[in-house]
C-alpha cells in the first residue's frame, strides 16, 4: 500500500491493521506513526482531528497512544480490507462495527475485547494506551484472519526519476507548501515540499504555533510522499454527544466529489471517485487520466466540502 517492499517475511497479502491514534497536542508526539503505509485525518468532536494509521508493509513495535473509533471507520477499514485497532467507542457506533464485523466485512480487534494493549506511565490517561503491531498479528492469527484477498492497489509510480507532470498530473500548478485548515489553535497542518527528497515535511500547530512532527520511537521526522485532499460532506449525528456536549460526525465517503492532489511539489485539482465501501478511492484530471503516487506514505485528509485548501 506504499508502493515499497513489504518488510523481510511480510506475506504480500497480509491484512492491513488500520489503528485509531490521537491527534490533540496532549497525545504528541505520535509512536509508530512513521511506519504507516497510509495515514487518514479525519474530523471529530470540537473539530479537531484523529488519525486511522494503516500498516500493511512495515510493523512497528510501539504504536500510540491508542483512542476511539468514529463511524467513517466503518467504511475505511472496510477498504483497506483491515482489522481495525481501537479503544472503545460509542454505543451507536460499537453495535454498528459489531454488525459490520459479523457480516465479514473487517475484523473487530476493540481494547474492550482484545488483548495486545497496555498503558504507559510517562502520559496521563486517555492519552496512554499504547499497543504493538505484533500483537495483533498474533490475534489474527488466531483467529485464522491474517492474511486477506483482493487488497485495494493503489498506482504507483515505478521509477524516481521522473517529470512532476506526468501520470496525471498535466495541468497542476507549484505548490511548495500546503495549509490545510483546521483549527489553528491546535490541529492546523502545514506542509513544506523538499525537492531534494521530494517529501512534504509535515508540521500541526499547538498553542497556534507549528510543530514539525516526529515519530517518537526512531526520532524521524514525519514527511510524506504524497498529500490527498478530499472534500466532501460532513454532518453531526445526534445519537452521539461526547461530554462537553459536541457531537460526533459522520461523512460521506462514496460516490464523487472534488479533491487536490499534491505530489513532486505540484498542485493538481482532482476528482475523487469510488463506488462503494469495498472498493479504493480513485483521483483524476480533469481530463480524466487517472493520478498516480509517488512511492512512500500517503496522507489523506478528509474535509468539509466548502473549505479551502491553500497552497503556494
Known amino acids: 500500500m506504499s508502493g515499497r517492499p513489504l518488510a523481510a517475511g511480510a506475506a504480500i497479502d497480509r491484512r492491513p491493521l488500520v489503528v485509531k491514534i490521537d491527534n490533540v497536542p496532549a497525545?504528541?508526539?505520535?509512536?509508530?506513526?512513521?511506519?504507516a503505509d497510509i495515514v487518514v485525518e479525519e474530523l471529530v468532536e470540537g473539530f479537531v482531528t484523529r488519525l486511522a494509521a494503516v500498516y500493511q508493509s512495515q510493523d512497528p513495535q510501539t504504536i500510540g497512544g491508542v483512542r476511539s473509533a468514529r463511524l467513517a471507520d466503518r467504511s475505511l477499514t472496510q477498504m483497506f480490507r483491515g482489522a481495525l485497532v481501537y479503544s472503545g467507542t460509542s454505543d451507536y457506533a460499537k453495535s454498528l462495527i459489531i454488525q459490520d464485523a459479523k457480516g465479514g466485512r473487517y475484523i473487530d480487534l476493540s481494547a474492550d475485547y482484545t488483548d495486545g494493549?497496555?498503558?504507559?506511565?510517562?502520559?496521563?490517561?486517555?492519552?496512554?494506551?499504547?499497543?504493538?503491531?505484533?500483537?495483533?498479528?498474533?490475534?489474527?492469527?488466531?483467529?485464522?484472519?491474517?492474511?486477506?484477498?483482493?487488497?485495494?492497489?493503489?498506482?504507483?509510480?515505478?521509477?524516481?526519476?521522473?517529470?512532476a507532470t506526468i501520470a496525471g498530473m498535466a495541468g497542476s500548478i507549484t505548490a511548495d507548501e500546503i495549509t490545510i485548515p483546521y483549527r489553528e489553535d491546535i490541529s492546523l497542518v502545514t506542509y513544506k515540499y523538499d525537492a531534494a527528497t521530494r517529501m512534504y515535511a509535515r508540521w500541526q500547530?499547538?498553542?497556534?504555533?507549528?510543530?514539525?512532527?516526529?515519530?517518537?520511537?526512531?526520532?524521524?521526522?514525519?514527511?510524506?510522499?504524497?498529500?490527498?485532499?478530499?472534500?466532501?460532506?460532513?454532518w453531526e449525528v445526534p445519537e452521539i454527544v461526547d461530554a462537553?456536549?459536541?457531537?460526533?460526525?459522520?461523512?460521506?465517503?462514496?460516490?464523487t466529489g472534488n479533491a487536490e492532489v499534491f505530489r513532486d511539489g505540484q498542485r493538481q485539482d482532482a476528482t475523487w471517485t469510488r463506488a462503494s465501501d469495498g472498493v479504493a478511492f480513485t483521483f483524476t484530471n480533469r481530463q480524466g487520466e487517472q493520478i498516480k503516487f509517488n512511492p512512500g506514505q500517503t496522507w489523506i485528509h478528509i474535509i468539509p466540502t466548502e473549505w479551502t485548501v491553500s497552497s503556494k
Open 205 to 234: 500547530n499547538d498553542g497556534g504555533k507549528p510543530v514539525r512532527d516526529v515519530d517518537a520511537v526512531n526520532k524521524e521526522s514525519i514527511a510524506a510522499a504524497n498529500v490527498v485532499v478530499l472534500h466532501t460532506e460532513i
Open 117 to 163: 494493549y497496555y498503558r504507559i506511565s510517562f502520559r496521563p490517561g486517555p492519552y496512554n494506551l499504547f499497543t504493538s503491531a505484533a500483537a495483533h498479528r498474533s490475534t489474527l492469527k488466531a483467529l485464522k484472519a491474517d492474511t486477506v484477498s483482493g487488497l485495494p492497489r493503489w498506482p504507483f509510480l515505478a521509477a524516481a526519476d521522473h517529470s
Open 244 to 255: 462537553a456536549g459536541s457531537h460526533a460526525h459522520d461523512m460521506r465517503l462514496v460516490g
Open 27 to 35: 497525545a504528541r508526539p505520535h509512536y509508530g506513526i512513521s511506519q
